[in-house]
Structure formats: structure tokens, C-alpha cells
């Protein structure tokens, strides 16, 4: 079969699946008064169009930061801000202050999931179709397997139209900052990477890569002449398009400071509920969220998480290809997720098939049996501890192949 | 290639293809179900809480049980498994009931009932000629197992409309794998069976007939194909025969004892009814129908007809039974002139009448040819087509689903020969889109397109490569006529809807849609009886017989 059809027909099981799991319930459906993630996203069309710019980020009357106020960098409210111009075409109760607070239709969960699926379509999905097609090794048959894959993978899945995120926004851009650096358009990478980081703050995971893959490439080409007129390309790029995405941010220095406070918040502990990270696992043997005080926690995971992440980023620095670029992806984001603070699960999104048989029969007995009445979160722990050793073996081998450099070459699926 | 699969291997794609429409099945549990739900959900309380005397006489419900007996047990044992998920399910009186728990139950029995049908492709596939050596995207079982499972059709019927024709097809083709495979006695009585469980399927027993009678009756038959009188086997003849028999006695026994059979039949084939339902199956009559709105149109234009003095041509969607023709004559009058004499012979009403004596004389030239010169089962199989692709023509009250029983068996000619292939895709993408009026709601839209062409690029592709030599499966006439369906489709569920038009005909798009397709599945008969009829004799060995 031609080419064009099977990614076609990858293209249109991948649009299948992610419709049909729209179709069911999303994250706080019906729960008052603060429901989940889906309000969260609808609170912030409501907020981006009714209140001006430097109110978007501050405690007023209007805008209660304490109901889902916006935590993510201003991309995320720009974008919050078109989709509730479509919002206020079709229907104006959607977005109307205060009063839309809580509101649950099945025409405006249609028109939510219809977002997903547009950004999804014009980002995300180009995206792994050109990645697959011109950086996966292997024979015609391989690329579209390996699309199949990617674009069937359950997690992003389930997240963004299950649960309800726009995460295939980032890392859509991200993969398109991926694209950029591999056909050696390093401006266009850094632009579309830059644009990422300004979507969603846990981009943070792959930056360092970013950074030290770059600053190689330019050292490489030699730091006066052409590899210095390269790396000040490049930071032009970068800087600018961060100014032009907090221009409106900019105008008085309290604005931008209040915006990092939101997208960092370090008064919020070392971690919450479940996560399969190193923090969470050790609490249960240690109580370290209460011995510790917060400050030493912040230079506990600080400490760690650069400590796991070196080994990776000097030897992307000192051998900036690309095959070392995609191992230290990987690399970089299990570090951030297994030492750095205040991770949500969801920052995790993969999965090793041989564990999946040890998940899939957790899950089976935490749904159908009771756990016993001394510990009553016992089954959520155990699938986050047994998942937490997956990933800490998966740090392990992982720096130990960008370090050692084996000799089969493999394209790795992107984590974040 | 990287992807040849080892012999041992052999049959995991069939079972990665299974689990993979199961796991879609289960997704799409939420979706829209329409009012065949409570109707399966009614038959499940009434055959749990009443006697069977009392079955096909209940009517608290308007959907009273109009499925032959067999069904009726089936949905009695469902009912059991279903006392587990939801018990007010089987209160009768609960109409319209649609907990969680039912929705979850109901949808499951569907989804496993399917198991029926993915053993039913496998022994399908069997029956195919292997060509070794090929790669798995290129065989022909791969092909049809895809054309089979993910049919866009059942999915569309079974797993969002909600029916069980999975099941039911799986029935049928298995018999017909059974033939293949020179198994004459199960398949036989797999078709009793399947004729006991939906009895529209009477509309493919001249086929079964004329086959058994003349292939496996007539034992041998001479060097050029033709009959040999002296080869009549009785001994097969009274096997069969008891088979059919029992089955049908096993099915209709108890009512027959309670006397109850006038009721049963009356209840399986009701005859206030018209012509067509409220929206137009694409056969035969959706062309009249349009012929003989346009000639009143142009003729009161013309000054040739009186307005006045013309019947009202109720065209009205919505719950329309009858139907009067304004031009035209009604077929109810003309039916009453034709067949008065045959109405002496069977107490049936005259305008069924009328319909099947279409049929069986339209269908009689292929009869005749598979008795004249039978080609096998292949030849069996088309034929068997054709009496579906006809009773769908030219039928009584036909809904458009029953499209889907010509669709399966032919995907099995499809991969065996090109010009098959051509015809399957040319009806196959018709009728496709002609079920798109089932789901009309907003959030199955996406779906259904993403469905259509997930299963219409996949057809073509794969037909293409499996047949690429010998030129294009698809002359340009009919590769115009097919993407002539996106603009149709667009005109349709996006554009017309913003028209002011919408209010005052709000019909007008099904019969757009209707009437489109109807000439393909017009074309597509036409192609395919010719083709029976110019058919070479069994002169090449195939695996097929």
C-alpha cells in the first residue's frame, strides 16, 4: 500500500480514538464547587475576555485567584482569549463573568472538545507526521509503524480529551522546536521551542538539551566568527520571542514578578497527592514533606535534579548531534520528574510494556477489591512506587546510553 | 521486508485486528443509541418477565417483538446476565428506561455477541486462495478481515444505532464458509438457523435453494457444466430437508402447540405499512418517488396538470406510512390490478404481493443461470448477492440498513476478483454514505467521517495494490460520481442547515442524499447481474470449489 494511505489511515485512527474517548466524562464533570480541569480552562476564557490584561494574573474582586486562577505563562491565556471569542459567537452564556462559573452543557463540552481536536490537528499532528517521515530510520513500513505508535499513545490521549488539557499544544510546539534543530533551522527550532516554554512552564524539562545542544553546536563552529555570530542569532531569537509574548507584561515590574509567582508556586510543598517521583515514594518510608523544612526542600530537589541532569547535558555539550540531543530529551524531563518540586503526575507521560502488565493488574484489584482498612491509599501508592522504580531505571539506562554511545542506532518516542 | 511475520505468527494480526475494533467498540459505548435500543431493551424485560404464551402478544410497549422465535430465546438468555448489571431493565412497564448499568450492559452484549462474527471471517478466510510469500498488508486475508471487521457499516449499525446484525451476519457468513468448505449440512442449518432469528434473510433463501437443490442434490454434473438428471441424490434431499424442519419446528413448535402461529406471523410480517419509511432506503422506489415528484412539478408548470386536481404527494419527512404518487401511479392500484389473481392464492396483502413477484421475476434470469451452469460457490455467492442487492431494490418498507446484506458477502467476492472489486467499492462507498442519516446528532459527526474514510481510503488502497495489474479498478464516470459525495455531504450537514430553506423543507437533504445514492446502488446491481449472467463456466480449478 502507497505511503500516503497508510498515514492517512494512521492519521485517521489516531483522529478516531481521541473523539471517541471525548465522547466521555471529563476531569470535576458535575462536582461543585470547584469541579477539575475542564472549569479551570473554561474559568479561563471567562477571565482572559472579560477582564484587561494586567488583571489576568492578580487577586481583584473580579478575578479569585484561589478558583483556578491562571498558572500557566500568557501563550496559554492568549490562547484561552480566542477560543472564548468563538465561545462568546456561540454562545455568550459560556463566558459571561461570574455567572458561567461551574456552567455544564453538552453543547459546550462539544465546543471544548472541539478545541482540543483543532489544535491538536493543526500543531501536534503535522508535527509527528513530519518527524516520522524525515527523522525515523528504517523502511517506509517502520516510519508509519512508529506513527501509528506515537500517534496512538494512550496518555496524551486520555489527558487531553479525557480528562481535559491542552498539553498536545506544547509538545506539538516543542516536536515542531525538535523538527526545526534537525533540519538545522536552529532559529526556527529555538523560535518554535521559546514558543513552547511560553505555553505550558513545564516545557522547563526539555530546556536544558535545548540550551546545551545549541551552545555545543556554536562552540563547535568555533566561539569567535561564525559560531559566535550563530549563538547571537539565536539569543536574539529567543529573547524577542520572549518579549513579544510578555509585552503586555511588561510595563510594570510588578506584573512580570506576580506571573513567575504563579507559574512557580513554591508555597505549595514538595508535592501533591500521587506522584511516581522520587519525593513521593520516599515519603512513605521517611516522612520528609514534614521533617524538612521548606527551604531545604527547595535545595534538596534543586540539588538533585542538577546533579542527575549534568551527565547528560555535558556530553550533549561536548557532542552536539542529534542522536544525543534525543537521548538527552529524555534524559533531562525523568530528572526533572523524579527530583524537581511540586511535579504533578500528569507531567509523566510514558510507559515501559513490561510494567504495563504489573499496572494493569494493580488497577484490576484497586477497582475491584478493598484495600485493607490501616491504609487506605494502599493500591494508589504501590502503582506510584513500582512506577517511580520504572522511571529510576529508566534515568539509569538512558544516561548510561548517551554516555557509553553503543553502536545500534534507535529513535527514541519523546517523553516529557 | 522488516514486517514479514514468521509462519508461526501467522494468525496474531487477526487477533491485534479483533482486540483493536473491540477496544473501538468499547469506546464508543457512550454514543448516541437511537430507538433501537428500547426496543432490544423491551424484548429483554418481556421475554424475562411474561410466558411465552404471552410473548408476541404483549404490547404495552410500541416496539412489540417482530423477530422470529429463536431471537426471542436469544434475548431471554441475555436477560439473565442481565439481572446482574441492572434489574429495573426488565420491569416491561419501564419504557424507555437507559440507567448507566443498562447502557453498559446492552453495548457489551453487542461487543461479545461479535466473537460470533470474528470466528465466522476466520473460517471466511480459509476459503480464500493464499498467495504465499506476499507481505501482510498485500494478502488477501488481511484485507478482508479488515473489510470485515471494521466494516464502517457495523460499526455505524451495531455499536451506535444499536443493533445486533454483527451476530447475524456472523451466522450467515459462517454458513456460507460452511458451503465453501463442502460442509453443506451445517451450513444448511446455520441458515435455518439465521432464517429463524431475523427473517429478513428469506429475501437470500432462493439462493440457498436453488444451490443445494442443484449442487449437492445433483451429485455430479456432466463435463460442460451442465445438469445430470440421473445424479439426484433423495438421501441428501430428505437430510436437508429434515434439518430445515426440525429447526423451524424447535423455533415456531411452542407456538404452533399454543395455536399462537396466525399471531406470530402477523407480528413478523405487519402489513400496514408503505412504501417506503420516513426516510427513503436508496433502491428503486426512492427513483420513482423523485420521478413522479418531478413530472407533477414540470407538469403543473406546463399547464399539463391541474394542481388541484392532483393527490396530495404526502412527502413530508417524519412518520409518513403511506404513500400516494401524485403522477405516477400509486403502487397500491397498480399492485391490485396485477395480482389479484395470486392474491386468491395467498392470504397475503396485495401490495407485499405486488413486490416480491418484482423481485422473484426480476431475480428469475439469475436463478435460472446458477441452476443452468452453477460455478460453485462462487457462483453461489453471487447469486446470493444479488437476491439481497434486489430485495433491497426493489422491496417493500426496506430500511437502509439492509444494504449491509449485500455489502459483507461481497467483500468475499471483492478480493477474489477485480471486477468484483470495482462493484464492491462502487456500492460499498454508496451505501456507506447512505447510512449517514442514521446519526444526526452533532457529536457523532466527527465519528462517522473519520469512520468513512478511514474505511473508504483503506478499501481503495488496499483493493488497488492487491489488484494493481490490469489498469484502474474505477473508470473516471465513477470515480466522478463517488467524490461528488464530499460536496453532497458538505451541502448537506453544513450548508443547508444555515439556509432559510431548512425550516420550510427540512427533508430536503435526506432525499438529496437518498436519491444519490440510489443510483449508484442501481449502477452497481445492473453491473453486478450482468456480470452473473457473462460469467465463464467452472472450466479454472479454485480453492473455492
Given at each position: 500500500?502507497?505511503?500516503?494511505?497508510?498515514?492517512?489511515?494512521?492519521?485517521l485512527?489516531?483522529?478516531?480514538?481521541?473523539?471517541?474517548?471525548?465522547?466521555?466524562?471529563?476531569?470535576?464533570?458535575?462536582?461543585?464547587?470547584?469541579?477539575?480541569?475542564?472549569?479551570?480552562?473554561?474559568?479561563?476564557?471567562?477571565?482572559?475576555?472579560?477582564?484587561?490584561?494586567?488583571?489576568?494574573?492578580?487577586?481583584t474582586?473580579?478575578?479569585?485567584?484561589?478558583?483556578?486562577?491562571?498558572?500557566?505563562?500568557?501563550?496559554?491565556?492568549?490562547?484561552?482569549?480566542?477560543?472564548?471569542?468563538?465561545?462568546?459567537?456561540?454562545?455568550?452564556?459560556?463566558?459571561?463573568?461570574?455567572a458561567?462559573?461551574?456552567?455544564?452543557?453538552?453543547?459546550?463540552?462539544?465546543?471544548?472538545r472541539?478545541?482540543?481536536?483543532?489544535?491538536?490537528?493543526?500543531?501536534?499532528?503535522p508535527?509527528?507526521?513530519?518527524?516520522?517521515?524525515?527523522?525515523?530510520?528504517?523502511?517506509?513500513?517502520q516510519?508509519?509503524?512508529?506513527?501509528?505508535?506515537?500517534?496512538?499513545?494512550?496518555?496524551?490521549?486520555?489527558?487531553?480529551?479525557g480528562h481535559?488539557?491542552?498539553?498536545?499544544?506544547?509538545?506539538?510546539?516543542?516536536?515542531?522546536?525538535?523538527?526545526?534543530?534537525?533540519?538545522?533551522?536552529?532559529?526556527?527550532?529555538?523560535?518554535?521551542?521559546?514558543?513552547?516554554?511560553?505555553?505550558?512552564?513545564?516545557?522547563?524539562?526539555?530546556?536544558?538539551?535545548?540550551?546545551c545542544?545549541?551552545?555545543?553546536k556554536?562552540?563547535?563552529?568555533?566561539?569567535?566568527?561564525?559560531?559566535?555570530?550563530?549563538?547571537?542569532?539565536?539569543?536574539?531569537?529567543?529573547?524577542?520571542?520572549?518579549?513579544?509574548?510578555?509585552?503586555p507584561?511588561?510595563s510594570?515590574?510588578?506584573?512580570?514578578?506576580?506571573?513567575?509567582?504563579?507559574?512557580?508556586?513554591?508555597?505549595?510543598?514538595?508535592?501533591?497527592?500521587?506522584?511516581?517521583?522520587?519525593?513521593?515514594?520516599?515519603?512513605?518510608?521517611?516522612?520528609?514533606?514534614?521533617?524538612?523544612?521548606?527551604?531545604?526542600?527547595?535545595?534538596?530537589?534543586?540539588?538533585?535534579?542538577?546533579?542527575?541532569?549534568?551527565?547528560?547535558?555535558?556530553?550533549?555539550?561536548?557532542?552536539?548531534?542529534?542522536?544525543?540531543?534525543?537521548?538527552?530529551?529524555?534524559?533531562?524531563?525523568?530528572?526533572?520528574?523524579?527530583?524537581?518540586?511540586?511535579?504533578?503526575e500528569?507531567?509523566?507521560?510514558?510507559?515501559?510494556?513490561?510494567?504495563?502488565?504489573?499496572?494493569?493488574?494493580l488497577?484490576?484489584?484497586?477497582?475491584?477489591?478493598?484495600?485493607?482498612a490501616?491504609?487506605?491509599d494502599?493500591?494508589?501508592?504501590?502503582?506510584?512506587?513500582?512506577s517511580?522504580?520504572?522511571?529510576?531505571?529508566?534515568?539509569?539506562?538512558?544516561?548510561?546510553?548517551?554516555?557509553?554511545?553503543?553502536?545500534?542506532?534507535?529513535?527514541?518516542?519523546?517523553?516529557? | 521486508?522488516?514486517?514479514?511475520?514468521?509462519?508461526?505468527?501467522d494468525?496474531?494480526w487477526?487477533?491485534?485486528?479483533?482486540?483493536?475494533?473491540?477496544?473501538?467498540?468499547c469506546?464508543?459505548?457512550?454514543?448516541?443509541?437511537?430507538?433501537?435500543?428500547?426496543?432490544?431493551?423491551?424484548?429483554?424485560?418481556?421475554?424475562?418477565?411474561?410466558?411465552?404464551?404471552?410473548?408476541?402478544?404483549?404490547?404495552?410497549?410500541?416496539?412489540?417483538?417482530?423477530?422470529?422465535p429463536?431471537?426471542?430465546?436469544?434475548?431471554?438468555?441475555?436477560?439473565h446476565?442481565a439481572?446482574?448489571?441492572?434489574k429495573?431493565?426488565?420491569?416491561?412497564?419501564?419504557?424507555?428506561?437507559?440507567?448507566?448499568?443498562?447502557?453498559?450492559?446492552?453495548?457489551?452484549?453487542?461487543?461479545v455477541?461479535?466473537v460470533?462474527?470474528?470466528y465466522?471471517?476466520?473460517?471466511?478466510?480459509?476459503?480464500?486462495?493464499?498467495?504465499?510469500?506476499?507481505?501482510?498488508?498485500g494478502?488477501?486475508?488481511?484485507?478482508?478481515t479488515?473489510?470485515?471487521?471494521?466494516?464502517?457499516?457495523?460499526l455505524?449499525?451495531?455499536?451506535?444505532?444499536?443493533?445486533?446484525?454483527?451476530?447475524?451476519?456472523?451466522v450467515?457468513l459462517?454458513?456460507?464458509?460452511?458451503?465453501?468448505?463442502?460442509?453443506?449440512?451445517?451450513g444448511?442449518?446455520?441458515?435455518?438457523v439465521?432464517?429463524?432469528?431475523?427473517?429478513?434473510?428469506?429475501y437470500?433463501?432462493?439462493?440457498?435453494?436453488?444451490?443445494?437443490?442443484?449442487?449437492?442434490?445433483?451429485?455430479?454434473?456432466?463435463?460442460?457444466?451442465s445438469?445430470?438428471?440421473?445424479?439426484?441424490s433423495?438421501?441428501?434431499?430428505v437430510?436437508?430437508?429434515?434439518i430445515?424442519?426440525?429447526?423451524?419446528?424447535?423455533?415456531?413448535?411452542?407456538?404452533?402447540?399454543?395455536g399462537?402461529?396466525?399471531?406470530?406471523?402477523?407480528?413478523?410480517?405487519?402489513?400496514k405499512?408503505g412504501?417506503?419509511?420516513?426516510?427513503?432506503?436508496?433502491?428503486?422506489?426512492?427513483?420513482?418517488?423523485?420521478?413522479?415528484k418531478?413530472?407533477?412539478i414540470?407538469?403543473?408548470?406546463?399547464?399539463?396538470?391541474?394542481?388541484?386536481?392532483?393527490?396530495?404527494?404526502?412527502?413530508?419527512?417524519?412518520?409518513?406510512?403511506?404513500?400516494?404518487?401524485?403522477?405516477?401511479?400509486?403502487v397500491?392500484p397498480?399492485?391490485?390490478?396485477?395480482?389479484t389473481?395470486?392474491?386468491?392464492?395467498?392470504?397475503?396483502?396485495?401490495?407485499?404481493?405486488?413486490t416480491?413477484?418484482?423481485?422473484?421475476?426480476?431475480?428469475?434470469?439469475?436463478?435460472?443461470?446458477?441452476?443452468?451452469?452453477?460455478?460453485?460457490?462462487r457462483?453461489?455467492?453471487?447469486?446470493?448477492?444479488?437476491?439481497?442487492?434486489?430485495?433491497?431494490?426493489?422491496?417493500?418498507?426496506?430500511?437502509?440498513?439492509?444494504i449491509?446484506?449485500?455489502?459483507?458477502?461481497?467483500?468475499?467476492?471483492?478480493?477474489?476478483?477485480?471486477?468484483d472489486?470495482?462493484?464492491?467499492?462502487?456500492?460499498?462507498?454508496?451505501?456507506?454514505?447512505?447510512l449517514?442519516?442514521?446519526?444526526?446528532?452533532?457529536?457523532?459527526?466527527?465519528?462517522?467521517?473519520?469512520?468513512?474514510?478511514?474505511?473508504?481510503?483503506?478499501?481503495?488502497?488496499?483493493?488497488?495494490?492487491?489488484?494493481?495489474?490490469?489498469?484502474?479498478?474505477?473508470n473516471?464516470?465513477?470515480?466522478?460520481?463517488?467524490?461528488?459525495?464530499?460536496?453532497?455531504?458538505?451541502?448537506c450537514?453544513?450548508?443547508?442547515?444555515l439556509?432559510?430553506?431548512?425550516?420550510?423543507?427540512?427533508?430536503?437533504?435526506?432525499?438529496?442524499?437518498?436519491?444519490?445514492?440510489?443510483?449508484?446502488?442501481?449502477?452497481?446491481?445492473?453491473?453486478?447481474?450482468?456480470?452473473?449472467?457473462?460469467?465463464?463456466?467452472?472450466?479454472?480449478?479454485?480453492?473455492?470449489?
Open positions: 500500500m502507497e505511503n500516503w494511505s497508510l498515514f492517512s489511515l494512521c492519521v485512527l489516531g483522529l478516531t480514538s481521541r473523539w471517541a474517548v471525548s465522547f466521555h466524562s471529563y476531569s470535576g464533570a458535575g462536582k461543585p464547587p470547584m469541579f477539575g480541569d475542564y472549569e479551570a480552562q473554561r474559568h479561563w476564557q471567562e477571565v482572559t475576555y472579560n477582564l484587561p490584561v494586567h488583571e489576568w494574573y492578580f487577586n474582586t473580579n478575578n479569585d485567584l484561589n478558583y483556578w486562577g491562571l498558572d500557566y505563562p500568557p501563550l496559554t491565556a492568549y490562547h484561552s482569549l480566542v477560543c472564548a471569542y468563538v465561545a462568546k459567537l456561540l454562545n455568550p452564556e459560556w463566558v459571561e463573568l461570574h458561567s462559573r461551574g456552567y455544564e452543557s453538552h453543547s459546550h463540552k462539544l465546543f471544548m472541539a478545541t482540543v481536536l483543532f489544535t491538536d490537528i493543526l500543531i501536534y499532528i508535527a509527528v507526521l513530519l518527524y516520522c517521515f524525515y527523522f525515523c530510520d528504517g523502511s517506509s513500513k516510519k508509519v509503524a512508529t506513527a501509528l505508535c506515537i500517534l496512538l499513545y494512550p496518555g496524551l490521549i486520555l489527558i487531553d480529551y481535559f488539557q491542552y498539553n498536545s499544544v506544547s509538545l506539538g510546539l516543542a516536536l515542531w522546536g525538535i523538527l526545526g534543530l534537525g533540519l538545522g533551522w536552529d532559529l526556527f527550532g529555538s523560535l518554535a521551542f521559546t514558543l513552547a516554554l511560553n505555553y505550558k512552564q513545564m516545557e522547563l524539562y526539555h530546556s536544558l538539551p535545548f540550551f545542544y545549541l551552545l555545543g556554536c562552540i563547535k563552529q568555533g566561539l569567535i566568527g561564525r559560531g559566535f555570530f550563530q549563538l547571537a542569532k539565536i539569543s536574539l531569537t529567543v529573547l524577542v520571542t520572549f518579549a513579544l509574548c510578555w509585552m507584561f511588561l510594570d515590574p510588578k506584573q512580570p514578578l506576580q506571573v513567575l509567582h504563579r507559574l512557580f508556586p513554591f508555597g505549595r510543598g514538595l508535592f501533591e497527592d500521587k506522584v511516581a517521583n522520587t519525593w513521593c515514594s520516599l515519603n512513605v518510608l521517611i516522612k520528609i514533606k514534614t521533617l524538612l523544612s521548606r527551604e531545604t526542600q527547595l535545595f534538596l530537589s534543586f540539588a538533585l535534579t542538577l546533579l542527575f541532569i549534568l551527565p547528560s547535558s555535558l556530553k550533549l555539550l561536548s557532542k552536539p548531534n542529534l542522536w544525543q540531543f534525543k537521548l538527552a530529551l529524555v534524559n533531562s524531563s525523568l530528572a526533572f520528574f523524579l527530583f524537581s518540586f511540586q511535579v504533578h500528569k507531567s509523566i507521560l510514558l510507559a515501559f510494556w513490561f510494567s504495563l502488565v504489573a499496572m494493569a493488574a488497577s484490576f484489584t484497586s477497582v475491584w477489591l478493598e484495600p485493607p490501616k491504609f487506605p494502599l493500591f494508589p501508592v504501590l502503582v506510584s512506587i513500582l517511580f522504580l520504572h522511571f529510576l531505571g529508566f534515568i539509569i539506562y538512558f544516561n548510561l546510553v548517551q554516555l557509553m554511545e553503543p553502536q545500534r542506532k534507535k529513535s527514541q518516542k519523546k517523553t516529557n | 521486508t522488516v514486517m514479514a511475520a514468521p509462519m508461526t505468527n494468525q496474531s487477526f487477533y491485534a485486528l479483533a482486540l483493536g475494533v473491540s477496544f473501538l467498540k469506546l464508543l459505548i457512550n454514543a448516541y443509541h437511537s430507538t433501537d435500543f428500547e426496543v432490544h431493551r423491551n424484548w429483554l424485560a418481556l421475554t424475562h418477565s411474561l410466558p411465552v404464551s404471552q410473548w408476541y402478544y404483549e404490547a404495552t410497549s410500541e416496539w412489540t417483538l417482530d423477530y422470529p429463536l431471537f426471542a430465546w436469544f434475548e431471554y438468555g441475555l436477560s446476565i439481572c446482574f448489571f441492572d429495573e431493565m426488565l420491569v416491561v412497564p419501564n419504557l424507555n428506561y437507559a440507567s448507566p448499568a443498562t447502557v453498559l450492559f446492552q453495548r457489551l452484549s453487542v461487543i455477541a461479535d460470533v462474527f470474528f465466522a471471517v476466520k473460517e471466511c478466510c480459509k476459503c480464500l486462495r493464499e498467495d504465499k510469500g506476499k507481505d501482510l498488508l494478502k488477501p486475508s488481511f484485507i478482508l479488515v473489510l470485515l471487521l471494521w466494516n464502517f457499516g457495523l455505524i449499525v451495531d455499536h451506535i444505532h444499536f443493533q445486533y446484525n454483527g451476530f447475524l451476519f456472523g450467515l459462517l454458513s456460507i464458509a460452511r458451503h465453501c468448505q463442502n460442509r453443506h449440512f451445517e444448511a442449518f446455520l441458515f435455518s439465521l432464517l429463524n432469528l431475523k427473517h429478513i434473510y428469506l437470500i433463501a432462493p439462493a440457498y435453494g436453488i444451490y443445494l437443490l442443484r449442487c449437492f442434490c445433483f451429485t455430479q454434473s456432466n463435463a460442460d457444466g445438469l445430470q438428471w440421473r445424479s439426484f433423495v438421501v441428501r434431499l437430510i436437508l430437508g429434515t430445515v424442519l426440525s429447526t423451524f419446528a424447535v423455533s415456531f413448535g411452542p407456538f404452533i402447540a399454543l399462537q402461529l396466525p399471531q406470530v406471523l402477523s407480528r413478523l410480517f405487519p402489513f405499512r412504501l417506503c419509511h420516513a426516510y427513503w432506503a436508496p433502491n428503486i422506489w426512492a427513483l420513482y418517488n423523485i420521478a413522479d418531478a413530472f407533477s414540470l407538469g403543473v408548470k406546463f399547464r399539463l396538470l391541474d394542481i388541484n386536481k392532483l393527490p396530495k404527494a404526502s412527502m413530508t419527512g417524519g412518520l409518513v406510512q403511506e404513500f400516494q404518487h401524485s403522477v405516477l401511479p400509486s397500491s397498480l399492485a391490485t390490478l396485477v395480482c389473481l395470486l392474491s386468491i392464492l395467498v392470504n397475503l396483502p396485495n401490495s407485499n404481493i405486488y416480491i413477484f418484482v423481485i422473484l421475476s426480476l431475480l428469475q434470469p439469475a436463478l435460472f443461470k446458477i441452476w443452468h451452469r452453477p460455478n460453485g460457490a457462483g453461489f455467492l453471487r447469486c446470493l448477492v444479488i437476491c439481497a442487492l434486489g430485495s433491497f431494490m426493489f422491496g417493500w418498507h426496506v430500511h437502509e440498513k439492509a449491509m446484506m449485500a455489502i459483507l458477502p461481497l467483500s468475499l467476492l471483492a478480493v477474489d476478483s477485480r471486477k472489486a470495482g462493484i464492491f467499492l462502487m456500492l460499498s462507498v454508496t451505501s456507506h454514505y447512505s449517514f442519516p442514521l446519526l444526526f446528532t452533532t457529536q457523532e459527526l466527527p465519528i462517522k467521517i473519520f469512520l468513512m474514510l478511514l474505511f473508504t481510503i483503506f478499501s481503495l488502497a488496499s483493493l488497488k495494490t492487491l489488484f494493481r495489474k490490469g489498469g484502474a479498478l474505477l473516471p464516470l465513477e470515480v466522478t460520481y463517488l467524490l461528488g459525495l464530499i460536496p453532497l455531504e458538505l451541502i450537514e453544513f450548508v443547508y442547515p439556509t432559510v430553506w431548512q425550516k420550510t423543507f427540512p427533508f430536503l437533504p435526506l432525499m438529496l442524499t437518498s436519491v444519490y445514492c440510489a443510483l449508484g446502488v442501481t449502477y452497481a446491481f445492473i453491473r453486478l447481474y450482468i456480470s452473473l449472467l457473462t460469467c465463464s463456466d467452472t472450466t479454472k480449478k479454485t480453492k473455492m470449489q
